[in-house]
């Protein structure tokens, strides 16, 4: 004789996955803030390098510091501040880490120094 309907376990995999599908949806996404997090890191580190190298030529830090931007993360940056003092021209670029989406909302600021030799006083 055949086992009743209701003692089967038909359906079980699929009722568990359900219950785990939150928990797989939250990991993904935690996983994706801290990909922004580190890419946030690199474009200021890139946008510093960038801004510090154009202040020892010609002293448009913050114009450069700014193309090398895209529009979502331009929107979460600060003004890059910019001197030049004992030969080293230095950039300071600070963004906003944005929450999930660039250009929504903000977590914390990251900030990225760099240096270059100036290179006013060396031309003919």
């Known amino acids: 004789m055949r086992a009743a309907y209701r003692d089967d376990d038909r359906g079980q995999v699929?009722?568990?996955?359900?219950?785990?599908?939150?928990?797989?949806?939250?990991?993904?996404?935690?996983?994706?803030q801290v990909v922004l997090v580190g890419y946030t890191y690199t474009l200021a580190a890139n946008a510093a390098d960038e801004g510090a190298r154009a202040e020892s030529v010609d002293g448009d830090c913050a114009g450069a510091a700014l193309r090398h931007l895209d529009g979502a993360w331009r929107s979460g940056a600060h003004e890059p501040s910019c001197s030049t003092s004992g030969g080293m021209s230095t950039a300071v670029v600070t963004i906003r880490v944005p929450v999930l989406f660039p250009g929504?909302?903000?977590l914390f600021d990251?900030?990225?120094?760099?240096g270059a030799i100036s290179e006013e006083g060396l031309r003919p």
């Open 14 to 32: 699929a009722i568990e996955f359900l219950g785990m599908v939150p928990l797989i949806l939250l990991t993904l996404a935690l996983l994706w």
């Open 104 to 106: 929504v909302g903000g």
């Open 110 to 114: 990251v900030s990225a120094t760099a």
